[in-house]
């Protein structure tokens, strides 16, 4: 009776040893994805934010003031067709 006793305490402390480590490892585990997370949510915040940037700046608006800035005028005509171009003979 006293082996069955002890092996039944050895198992039992074991058993809750084990228990303790996992619950550890699954803390650590989560502490660490709730950062990933947090960060995860900075760098999409980011990322939204230049591409409004980007949707801002590439904007029909803001092109055609930044081609006044560089010294582009407003066209006042259609294009003319050029001649056509004479094909080469062959020799």
Do not use: H
Request: proline letters at 2%.
């Amino acid at each position: 009776m006293g082996k069955l006793l002890k092996g039944s305490l050895i198992l039992f402390v074991i058993s809750f040893l084990g228990q303790m480590f996992i619950a550890n490892q699954v803390s650590v585990k989560t502490k660490e994805l709730n950062a990933m997370n947090t960060e995860l949510a900075k760098i999409r915040s980011q990322i939204s934010d230049i591409n409004q940037e980007v949707f801002l700046e590439s904007s029909l608006a803001a092109l055609e003031k930044r081609a006044y800035a560089l010294g582009f005028v407003k066209m006042q005509g259609a294009l003319k067709n050029p001649a056509k171009p004479t094909i080469a003979s062959a020799l």
